[in-house]
């Protein structure tokens, strides 16, 4: 098989999913009077008709992509994170940290700080369960999901709390981050360097998966863990890494969106980024091409929802339920796999 027919084959399972997902939506839209044709056509008017809506788009892909991608680390051997909304708000609560303890730094050394630090925020968060996990006390998709609800305690906390901006009129932020912490965006547009960061994880992520030994024993572990475990693999230590690896890289994503799109930590962080990172590693199996393709999608559908509000009179909550379509047809297509 031609590598571009490994790419086709690979691309073909998110894209038939959002397909199904886009069809049972369409029942639903002209349940409620609505033309299902007239708003995916709006959809992809306000996204993709223009510079500014692909730019939109490009911001929705970054935390999509490290969330997703925070999901299909740990999934190699079979571990389910469902905590990558909790590891991005740790991560971008540590990443604050950073930002205001050391806002007289230059630059050069302030961002790379703020970054170590959301990465290890969002690792050393998803390492509890993983260690738990190895230790066999708890199941990691329990431990992960119930963090979750903490981590944003801990952001609503901060913001409403002792980090809370004296100049906000009361509303739950920090105050602004220098401008030394704040990342680059790029030409104009609110795209960051966070794109790089994205780009970065999911090509090292398809490299150590199919080119180094570590990837040949993740995969020996995800096929038989009993028979990797009697050649000498060390299992556990591979658990609390990989959970520490893939919230590192949720964290990453909390970082990017506090820093370059919000540049201040506000309890508003994410709209369910992490969740639906969860649903696009799922829908693409853990392959990277399937991640970029689903995300892509996802980003579509998450920036051109609001437009449904004005053009379709519907409620902006419409796109939540899109994204709960697409997840049951994923949840049935895993069970008529199985």
């Given amino acids: ?89 740790v991560g971008a609560l540590l990443a604050t940290w950073g930002a205001l303890t050391f806002a007289g730094w230059p630059a050069w050394l302030l961002l790379p700080t ?47 709390g002792p980090w809370k901006d004296p100049e906000g009129v009361n509303y739950p932020q920090t105050a602004a981050f220098a401008p030394a912490a704040i990342l680059p965006s790029f030409g104009g547009t609110r795209v960051h360097l966070g794109l790089v960061f994205a780009a970065a994880a999911l090509v090292l992520y398809a490299f150590v998966v199919a080119r180094t030994r570590w990837g040949l024993e993740m995969r020996a572990i995800g096929g038989n863990s009993e028979a990797a475990r009697r050649s000498g693999i060390a299992i556990g230590r591979y658990v ?43 829908m693409a199996a853990g392959r990277p091409a399937g991640i970029l393709a689903a995300s892509f999608l996802l980003a579509v559908v998450t920036a051109g929802g609001d437009i449904l509000q004005m053009t379709q009179a519907l409620p902006g909550a419409v796109v939540n339920v899109l994204l709960a379509v697409i997840l049951f047809v994923v949840l049935g297509s895993r069970a008529d796999a199985r």
């Fill in 114 to 160: 703020v970054g170590a630090l959301g990465a290890l925020g969002g690792g050393v968060w998803a390492a509890i369960p993983g260690v738990l996990r190895a230790r066999g006390w708890a199941s990691e998709a329990i431990s992960t999901l119930l963090m979750n609800y903490v981590a944003v305690l801990l952001v609503q906390f901060f913001v409403f």
């Fill in 240 to 282: 609390i890494v990989l959970m520490f690896v893939g919230g590192a890289l949720a964290g990453l994503a909390g970082m990017s969106e506090v820093s370059a799109i919000q540049g201040r930590l506000r309890s508003s962080l994410s709209p369910g980024y992490g969740y639906t990172g969860f649903l696009i590693s799922w």
């Fill in 1 to 89: 098989m031609t590598a571009g027919a490994v790419w086709t084959t690979r691309l073909a399972r998110p894209a038939a999913l959002v397909a199904v997902g886009l069809a049972v939506f369409a029942l639903v839209l002209l349940a409620f009077g609505r033309n299902p044709l007239r708003a995916y056509a709006d959809i992809l008017a306000s996204t993709l008709g223009s510079a500014y809506g692909v730019s939109e788009t490009l911001v929705k892909l970054i935390p999509l992509v490290l969330t997703a991608v925070a999901v299909a680390v740990p999934g190699r051997i079979w571990l389910i994170n469902v905590g990558g909304e909790g590891q991005l708000h």
